[in-house]
């Protein structure tokens, strides 16, 4: 729609509107994150979700211990190679359209444990994360930060068309494998389709 | 090198099997086994006679009432706990590894990360170990600051504990809403004091790494004042709540020999009635200067536990009121001790305290160089986990959980 006509006509107490924008905006209010605490980040995550950042203002107070009743998955603390499995696991036990935000310095890639080696380096390996948050831990505000990133991606996720979103694409996967334990490290050791090492400049 | 060599060695002799247990000494007698210092609790009769099986139920790593990724695989019959076992290890990060790898300094900033709630506690420990380890004096003033952020943390530590606790026995919320209201009040001074709400890293071997900032000092007084009435008014709310009561007293009875064979500590070994406090026992720091009560427990249920809390809470706003009241001008950091290139000397030193959690410990080997030959932690929630199994036998499962948020766990400290 033309927006010169919709703001003239929202001038006249109109209000104009897209099926896909309605839906978007509804669904984008209420997510509902997964009650899933993994570390220190947790902490931060909670206090989020308490009296004085109050994270219920943006429509995600309620944490959802099920994956089945949850949209977002907040990834908040360190991934240890035990844990990814099951971290992985329970994205796909999440339905669709479900998101992922990697809180803190340790999920998005192994943070100051990076040289453990039972650390996983960042859970972009598996998963498709949409919004990243570094810190150690985060402060309450970031995440919310994040939050309203999210929506605003949300907001802007196009339903039909060449490029669709993540959950309305048929050829997207719905399921991503789930990493097991190999005689050395997880196999395999990264999703190829969803990660890949950036290029090492070589000089010439 | 010489910790080359030795783990050289290590791995051959494991190789090769050269090392092997020693052979029991097959004339002496081998002592018999004491009777158990505690019962089990007796089956609920009437399902004797009852066709069923026991079924195995795992609770976790997933699951919101196992304090972030700990697993609980259970044997229930019926809703009764059979046997449980913990399994550990989905956030073992390394850290003595980690901490053996880097310099005795850099090994700070992970001790924030053992029990993420309290790290000013476990940096207290890591410098008292190296300080005993190098021989370094604190000043007064830092002696003072530690005191005051230790008991802060102890305070932060105990009310969101009772407020986690209270989540599992089901009050959703808003214990856990009084429980945070506080603790922002606190993570304020922290941050104010050190840059950071949750990871300070406060503490260098000598001292402290900073001095008060203006006006810190009014305001920490300011807060401890309002401390008593936030705890009156939580007392009100809970302590002789009908359901926490029917909830809680009789359930996860920890005998106090049991506790002490076990290793237990912290509140929940002074909750089953033994006079241990390691302020009291070591007198480490300036702790012998003030004037403070242990409370004891009589029952070693999950009420004591919990009463313990409240109690210990109490003792330390009088312990906060006597050190800001004290606090002596100075320097806040030996000027002898080297924040870089720091050896201390070959040799080995334990240093300990009482964490909010129990007795924490850190065991460090020196050789001499720039980073520890060997670098243990002893976690207190580790510890006491280890009679969670006893604490829930014949209990049933909806009183394992209540049991388990009774002992205070941290994962980060129990797996490192």
């Given at each position: 729609?033309?927006?010169?006509?919709?703001?003239?006509?929202?001038?006249?107490?109109?209000?104009?509107?897209?099926?896909?924008?309605?839906?978007?905006?509804?669904?984008?209010?209420?997510?509902?994150?997964?009650?899933?605490?993994?570390a220190?980040?947790?902490?931060?995550?909670?206090?989020?979700?308490?009296?004085?950042?109050?994270?219920?203002?943006?429509?995600?107070?309620?944490?959802?211990?099920?994956?089945?009743?949850?949209?977002?998955?907040?990834?908040?603390?360190?991934?240890?190679?035990?844990?990814?499995?099951?971290?992985?696991?329970?994205?796909?036990?999440?339905?669709?359209?479900?998101?992922?935000?990697?809180?803190?310095?340790c999920?998005?890639?192994?943070?100051?444990?990076?040289?453990?080696?039972?650390?996983?380096?960042?859970?972009?390996?598996y998963?498709?994360?949409?919004?990243?948050?570094?810190?150690?831990?985060?402060?309450?505000?970031?995440?919310?930060?994040?939050?309203i990133?999210?929506?605003?991606?949300?907001?802007?996720?196009?339903?039909?068309?060449?490029a669709?979103?993540?959950?309305?694409?048929?050829a997207?996967?719905?399921?991503?494998?789930?990493?097991?334990?190999?005689?050395?490290?997880?196999?395999?050791?990264?999703?190829?389709?969803?990660?890949?090492?950036?290029?090492?400049?070589?000089?010439? | 090198?010489?910790?080359?060599?030795?783990?050289?060695?290590?791995?051959?002799?494991?190789?090769?099997?050269?090392?092997?247990?020693?052979?029991?000494?097959?004339?002496?007698?081998?002592?018999?086994?004491?009777?158990?210092?505690?019962?089990?609790?007796?089956m609920?009769?009437?399902?004797a006679?009852?066709?069923?099986?026991?079924?195995?139920?795992?609770?976790?790593?997933?699951?919101?009432?196992?304090?972030?990724?700990?697993?609980?695989?259970?044997?229930?019959?019926?809703?009764?706990?059979?046997?449980?076992?913990?399994?550990f290890?989905?956030?073992?990060?390394?850290?003595?590894?980690?901490?053996?790898?880097?310099?005795?300094?850099?090994?700070?900033?992970?001790?924030?990360?053992?029990?993420?709630?309290?790290?000013?506690?476990?940096?207290?420990?890591?410098?008292l170990?190296?300080?005993?380890?190098a021989?370094?004096?604190?000043?007064?003033r830092?002696?003072?600051?530690?005191?005051?952020?230790?008991?802060?943390?102890?305070?932060?530590?105990?009310?969101?504990?009772?407020?986690?606790?209270?989540?599992?026995?089901?009050?959703?919320g808003?214990?856990?809403?009084?429980?945070?209201?506080?603790?922002?009040?606190?993570?304020?001074?922290?941050?104010?004091?050190?840059?950071?709400?949750?990871?300070?890293?406060?503490?260098?071997?000598?001292?402290?790494?900073?001095?008060?900032?203006?006006?810190?000092?009014?305001?920490?007084?300011?807060?401890?004042?309002?401390?008593?009435?936030?705890?009156?008014?939580f007392?009100?709310?809970?302590?002789?709540?009908?359901?926490?009561?029917?909830?809680?007293?009789g359930?996860?009875?920890?005998?106090?020999?049991?506790?002490?064979?076990?290793?237990?500590?912290?509140?929940?070994?002074?909750?089953?009635?033994?006079?241990?406090?390691?302020?009291?026992?070591?007198?480490?720091?300036?702790?012998?200067?003030?004037?403070?009560g242990?409370?004891?427990?009589?029952?070693?249920?999950?009420y004591?536990?919990?009463?313990?809390?409240?109690l210990?809470?109490?003792?330390?706003?009088?312990?906060?009121?006597?050190?800001?009241?004290?606090?002596?001008?100075?320097?806040?950091?030996?000027?002898?001790?080297?924040?870089?290139?720091?050896?201390?000397?070959?040799?080995?030193?334990?240093?300990?305290?009482?964490?909010?959690?129990?007795?924490?410990?850190?065991?460090?080997?020196?050789?001499?160089?720039?980073?520890?030959?060997?670098?243990?932690?002893?976690?207190?929630?580790?510890?006491?986990?280890?009679?969670?199994?006893?604490?829930?036998?014949?209990?049933?499962?909806?009183?394992?959980?209540?049991?388990?948020?009774?002992?205070?766990?941290?994962?980060?400290?129990?797996?490192?």
């Amino acid at each position: 729609m033309d927006e010169g006509l919709r703001s003239e006509l929202s001038k006249q107490g109109v209000f104009t509107t897209t099926l896909q924008e309605l839906y978007n905006w509804g669904r984008s209010n209420s997510v509902w994150p997964l009650n899933f605490g993994l570390a220190c980040c947790a902490i931060e995550m909670i206090a989020a979700s308490m009296a004085r950042f109050d994270i219920s203002r943006f429509g995600s107070e309620v944490f959802r211990p099920s994956p089945r009743q949850a949209d977002l998955m907040i990834v908040a603390g360190t991934v240890t190679k035990k844990m990814a499995p099951l971290v992985v696991r329970l994205y796909n036990q999440m339905p669709a359209p479900k998101y992922v935000i990697a809180m803190g310095a340790c999920a998005i890639s192994g943070g100051p444990f990076k040289q453990g080696y039972n650390v996983l380096k960042g859970i972009d390996r598996y998963l498709p994360v949409d919004v990243h948050i570094p810190g150690c831990p985060p402060r309450p505000e970031a995440l919310l930060h994040a939050l309203i990133t999210l929506q605003e991606k949300m907001r802007g996720e196009p339903l039909a068309g060449p490029a669709p979103a993540r959950h309305a694409d048929p050829a997207a996967p719905g399921e991503y494998p789930v990493p097991a334990y190999g005689p050395y490290d997880l196999t395999p050791a990264k999703n190829e389709e969803l990660w890949r090492p950036a290029p090492l400049p070589r000089g010439e | 090198m010489k910790r080359e060599a030795d783990e050289q060695g290590l791995i051959g002799a494991l190789s090769t099997g050269d090392i092997s247990p020693d052979q029991p000494a097959w004339h002496i007698a081998s002592p018999q086994p004491l009777p158990a210092p505690y019962e089990l609790k007796p089956m609920p009769s009437g399902t004797a006679g009852l066709e069923g099986e026991v079924i195995e139920v795992s609770i976790g790593p997933h699951h919101p009432s196992t304090h972030g990724v700990f697993r609980m695989d259970v044997v229930l019959d019926g809703e009764r706990v059979l046997r449980l076992k913990p399994v550990f290890g989905y956030l073992h990060r390394n850290h003595e590894k980690l901490g053996e790898q880097g310099t005795y300094l850099s090994a700070m900033p992970f001790t924030d990360r053992l029990d993420y709630f309290c790290s000013l506690t476990n940096n207290w420990a890591y410098a008292l170990a190296v300080e005993k380890l190098a021989g370094l004096n604190v000043p007064e003033r830092a002696q003072y600051l530690r005191v005051i952020t230790a008991e802060l943390t102890r305070v932060l530590n105990h009310a969101c504990m009772i407020g986690f606790l209270l989540q599992e026995l089901g009050a959703m919320g808003t214990p856990l809403m009084y429980a945070f209201r506080e603790r922002e009040k606190i993570l304020d001074l922290f941050e104010a004091l050190t840059g950071s709400r949750m990871m300070c890293n406060y503490l260098r071997f000598g001292g402290c790494r900073c001095d008060l900032p203006p006006g810190w000092a009014e305001q920490c007084t300011r807060v401890v004042e309002g401390l008593p009435r936030f705890f009156d008014e939580f007392e009100r709310l809970l302590a002789t709540n009908e359901i926490i009561m029917a909830r809680t007293q009789g359930i996860g009875v920890l005998p106090a020999d049991l506790a002490i064979s076990a290793g237990v500590s912290g509140p929940g070994l002074r909750a089953s009635g033994v006079n241990y406090d390691v302020r009291k026992v070591d007198g480490y720091g300036i702790y012998p200067r003030f004037e403070f009560g242990v409370p004891l427990g009589e029952h070693g249920d999950v009420y004591d536990r919990y009463m313990m809390r409240m109690l210990e809470m109490r003792e330390s706003v009088k312990i906060l009121q006597q050190a800001l009241r004290d606090l002596p001008t100075g320097p806040v950091i030996d000027p002898k001790a080297k924040l870089r290139n720091f050896r201390p000397p070959a040799g080995e030193a334990y240093g300990r305290l009482e964490a909010p959690k129990g007795e924490l410990g850190f065991y460090l080997i020196s050789d001499g160089g720039p980073s520890p030959y060997r670098y243990r932690i002893r976690p207190p929630s580790f510890i006491n986990l280890t009679v969670l199994e006893d604490m829930c036998i014949g209990h049933t499962l909806m009183d394992a959980v209540a049991i388990l948020g009774s002992v205070d766990i941290v994962m980060g400290e129990v797996d490192r």
